[in-house]
């Protein structure tokens, strides 16, 4: 069966510090992967996606950068972060080919102050 | 532009009573529509989808109903129990290859015992 792992749970930093979020996942290969935010009373915005290793497709212009350095591996970064980019973040996978629905990871609760 | 709308950020229902919950969308070319629910501090989870080809699915409790004209879709959860208690969300594809999904801002469903 298909896993996908998230960490760290909760992170609280400071303005202007930078930022690594992590995502994997276990049991498929070659899955599409995505990187969503939810800001306070705020639906899911789609920030970024990846078809492939290195393949990054940015959603929305924002302080925040992606990368995918490997099949399963997914990661969400930032040089500075801002105090706008507090929100809860979430990964997900879909298969590549057939079936439609995309999985989510157990989400970041990220704060900055 | 808000391409996939939830107009009610929140809805109260009795316990066995059915909940509606519904989302409209604005884009002709989307071709795929699901609903996912959440509990606070956790991923979505995948709960029911449709093909545009179709105008009812169901599954166990959950139906969803899909009316292309008027470019809506409804949930129907019969009858409601406590645990479904959650945010709900409606999501929107156009079939590319990247399963890319647009997400209304969710409505937050309270089934009263």
């Known amino acids: 069966s298909q896993t996908i792992h998230q960490w760290p749970a909760t992170l609280v930093q400071p303005v202007g510090s930078p930022l690594s979020l992590e995502c994997t996942v276990e049991?498929?290969?070659?899955?599409?992967l995505y990187w969503y935010r939810q800001a306070a009373g705020r639906g899911l915005q789609l920030l970024f996606y990846s078809v492939g290793i290195g393949q990054i497709s940015s959603e929305v212009p924002q302080n925040l950068s992606a990368s995918r350095p490997q099949d399963r591996q997914f990661i969400l970064s930032s040089k500075k972060l801002l105090l706008s980019d507090s929100g809860f973040y979430l990964c997900?996978?879909?298969?590549?080919?057939?079936?439609?629905?995309?999985?989510f990871g157990p989400g970041t609760r990220l704060t900055v102050l | 532009d808000q391409q996939v709308k939830q107009n009610s950020p929140s809805l109260s229902v009795q316990e066995g009573r059915i909940s509606i919950l519904n989302c409209d969308y604005t884009?002709?070319?989307?071709?795929?529509f699901l609903w996912y629910k959440k509990y606070p501090a956790e991923g979505p989870t995948f709960l029911i989808s449709?093909?545009?080809?179709?105008d009812k699915n169901e599954d166990g409790r959950f139906t969803v109903f899909l009316n292309k004209s008027a470019k809506h879709l409804s949930l129907h959860i019969v009858p409601s129990q406590p645990g479904d208690s959650a945010v709900y969300f409606c999501?929107?594809?156009?079939?590319?290859?990247?399963?890319?999904?647009?997400f209304g801002t969710g409505t937050r469903l309270k089934v009263l015992a």
């Open positions: 049991g498929t290969s070659n899955p599409n």
């Open positions: 884009n002709s070319m989307f071709d795929y």
């Open positions: 449709i093909s545009s080809i179709k």
């Open positions: 999501a929107a594809s156009k079939a590319s290859g990247t399963y890319k999904y647009i």
């Open positions: 997900a996978w879909s298969r590549s080919a057939g079936g439609n629905e995309q999985f």
